[in-house]
């Protein structure tokens, strides 16, 4: 019997955005894409094994950079079954003729990280000019929610500095009647990322991480990785288009690191202890 996991697979780590909170445009981070023909590849060695209950097509990049990024949702819905398939991207390519390309290929869900709420903000955050594409884009698809694809799962992640209540008042007044269209948005705080080297030696776990157990994450390049935390990559547990899933996964490397998260012990600056789970003391 399969075992059933999330499976988060970063299809590209490329972006046309240079966020000034995010670690993409870190020169340390690796620029890859993902064939539709290496994703099947993949996809093929893993589901041997395991039942992805769920499918995340997007991780440290932007996903619609990714030429064959259409015919990748079609492969994990025809070649693969997969039931939810959803991606995370900033908007500024899903034009409408791409949009409706990329509901028919069979997307479940689509979130748009939108980090300000003026021209002004946008570009002084995502460092491009891009606020009235991105607004008109996300209009565009709750157009389209409305009128034609009504299961169609559209979200919006922000990391404004602003009461929750506040924000959602901001984005009612720039999207209208179609706001209650919007099934989530949700706010983050800007906390740790490697790119400004903020880490402390006094953190200690807060919650314990279920990624490990629970969940697969696999790099642009076809190999196992641990999480899309791991901005880097500095944890990769080998390549799946050269490997058995199964080799990989219950390898030495993979079964140090569960034991880690089991025991809650880890090496001074192991990723997992530097981890937004973790907190200072």
Known sequence: MKTVKKVNFDICT???????????????????????????KVMQNVTKYVEPSELGLSAKGEVLVNKEFVQIIESSKKD???????????????????AIQVIEAGIDSIKFSINAVDVQTYKNVHQVDDFNVVIENFKNLLELKKSKYPKLKLTISSVINMDEKELKSMFKKLFGENFELIDMISVYAITYTPKFNEISSSKVVTKKCSIPFKELYINSDGSLGLCCKDYFDEINFGSLLDSDFMDIYNGDKFKEIRAMHENNVFPDNHLCKNCLLYGGE
């Open 14 to 40: 490329f972006c046309n955005h240079k966020c000034t909170f995010c670690s993409n445009s870190d020169p340390r981070t690796i620029k890859y894409q993902t064939s539709l023909n290496d994703f099947r």
């Open 80 to 98: 693969f079954n997969i039931p939810y398939v959803y991606f995370s991207t900033n908007g500024a390519l899903l034009d409408k003729t791409k």
